[in-house]
Nanobody, 111 residues
Framework: VQLQASGGGLVQAGGSLRLSCAASGFSIDDFAIGWFRQAPGKEREGVSAISYRTGTTYYADSVKGRFTISVDNSRNTVYLQMNEVKPEDTAVYYC?????WGQGTLVTVSS
């Protein structure tokens, strides 16, 4: 099982960014995938999650209406579309399946 997160970078406040979590060794159709983030000096927190099988999604209150999680089955990849980003969205973002974590991708939002 591997999860490869990518797509982070520097973006201005109000801008957009799309993160990708490419999965290998299993089908994302069968498992819920979550996005988490950890800002400097803070604990890791859940941002969003999706279960393709049940069709359910989850968003933290802090990102509702701004972030959208989606699945591309053909690429076995989960995306996190981040719109209207804020400086407080600055963090290392991780994707996770159960006990498996991908490496992080850094998102920096400048004000």
């Amino acid at each position: 099982v591997q999860l490869q997160a990518s797509g982070g970078g520097l973006v201005q406040a109000g801008g957009s960014l799309r993160l990708s979590c490419a999965a290998s060794g299993f089908s994302i159709d069968d498992f819920a995938i979550g996005w988490f983030r950890q800002a400097p000096g803070k604990e890791r927190e859940g941002v969003s999650a999706i279960s393709y099988r049940t069709g359910t999604t989850y968003y933290a209150d802090s990102v509702k209406g701004r972030f959208t999680i989606s699945v591309d089955n053909s690429r076995n990849t989960v995306y996190l579309q981040m719109n209207e980003v804020k400086p407080e969205d600055t963090a290392v973002y991780y994707c996770r399946r159960g006990s498996f974590w991908g490496q992080g991708t850094l998102v920096t939002v400048s004000s």
